[in-house]
């Protein structure tokens, strides 16, 4: 089978997804709204309309941005449906990264000893029924405990990472702990996915997937750096596998005295030029993870017209849905605060 062949029922799906997505007009304009009335008003006529009109009054930031997710998850499940059976293990991913949020809210409403139905309330279920984890999931948000949590993923590919987590969490008492576990095993899996693709998709999927990656392993050492977090501890907690890096740099700054040092290593990275001077650490990982975010969203922008018969095509469209996502949450929180348009703005990614 060609590659056109492959793709000929993806290609139109994504085309007429495409043809959905806000202009950046439209992005400015709804920055001006006075209230979150008026965004869903603005929003009336697109494709969040269907996922809004489920949503039971009073409306706020937070409800409106889980039904901007839920639009994104149903789009994803569209796209996924008719892509090629050699890279649906990789587009799942973007589907994985939902669960493992999942996960880390059952452990953070377990934590704060939430009723069940507050607990499924803060879930995407959409995303269990697709990998038939509605089971796992109930039984997992009706323990009443931490540990209980964790024994009731004991036959998934979750258990081992939310064991270590749970030793992390026992000596610190920081349910946090956990999180950077469950997030390790999704780039773990990344990367498994990423080997299985085949190597003429490889090339097209190769800047998403290092970035994605790489950006998670500097960012969480510098953040784990700036917070004194034990070397040893840091060492679990970061992926073994690496694109446009090398087992001896991580190391490097795994056992960097300080931030600053650590930060000095960064800087001579593949990745230096993501890395700009601020007036606080925390300054510096934040402008960082924007400029990874940007540097995607601009990949994506470039490559639109070249990528047809490949996983580049899927994967630019995705990342501008995203991005778009992104975009509405972030109005809508802003708006809501009564933050001024231009601060709103600011937060875009575009």
Same mark, same amino acid.
């Given at each position: ?13 994504? /085309? ?30 697109? $494709? ?8 039971? $009054? ?15 998850? !149903? ?61 796992? +999931? ?11 949590? +964790? ?21 610190? /008492? ?25 190597k003429k998709e490889q090339l097209h999927a190769f800047f998403?997937?290092?970035? !994605? ?10 953040? /784990? ?55 606080? $650490? ?24 070249? !990528?047809?018969?490949?996983? /580049? ?30 601060? +709103? ?6």
């Amino acid at each position: 089978m060609t590659q056109t062949t492959r793709y000929a029922s993806v290609l139109p799906k994504i /085309g007429a997804e495409k043809s959905s997505l806000l202009s950046e007009v439209k992005l400015k304009t709804l920055s001006e709204t006075k209230n979150l009335t008026e965004v869903t008003s603005q929003l009336r006529d697109t $494709p969040y309309q269907e996922q809004i009109s489920r949503l039971m $009054p009073p409306i706020t930031g937070r409800h409106l941005e889980r039904a901007f997710y839920e639009n994104l998850i !149903e789009t994803y499940l569209k796209i996924i449906k008719y892509s090629p059976e050699r890279v649906v293990s990789y587009l799942n991913l973007y589907l994985s990264r939902f669960e493992s949020e999942n996960v880390k809210t059952l452990i953070r409403v377990a934590n704060a000893k939430l009723p069940y139905e507050q607990r499924l309330s803060r879930l995407c279920l959409l995303v269990e029924k697709y990998f038939k984890k509605i089971s796992i +999931i109930e039984d997992a948000a009706k323990a009443p405990t931490i540990s209980q949590v +964790i024994l009731a993923f004991k036959n998934t590919e979750y258990f081992s990472a939310l064991s270590m987590g749970l030793k992390s969490y026992e000596e610190s /008492g920081s349910p946090a702990c956990l999180d950077i576990f469950i997030d390790t095993l999704f780039y773990d899996k990344l990367y498994a996915a990423y080997e299985g693709l085949p190597k003429k998709e490889q090339l097209h999927a190769f800047f998403y997937a290092s970035i !994605e990656n790489d950006s998670f392993i500097l960012l969480s050492l510098l953040r /784990g750096k700036n917070l004194n977090y034990d070397p040893n501890w840091l060492r679990l907690a970061v992926p073994k596998n690496y694109f446009n890096l090398n087992k001896k740099e991580v190391e490097s700054i795994v056992s960097a005295i300080d931030f600053k040092a650590a930060y000095k290593i960064v800087q001579d990275s593949h990745y230096a030029k993501f890395f700009e001077s601020a007036q606080t $650490p925390e300054g510096i990982v934040a402008n960082a993870e924007k400029a990874f975010r940007k540097a995607i969203l601009l990949h994506a922008k470039k490559c639109a017209i070249r !990528e047809t018969f490949n996983i /580049g095509s899927t994967l630019n469209f995705i990342t501008l849905k995203e991005a778009e996502v992104h975009n509405l949450t972030a109005l809508s929180l802003g708006i809501e605060a009564i933050m001024k348009p231009e601060m +709103i703005r600011n937060q875009l990614l575009l």
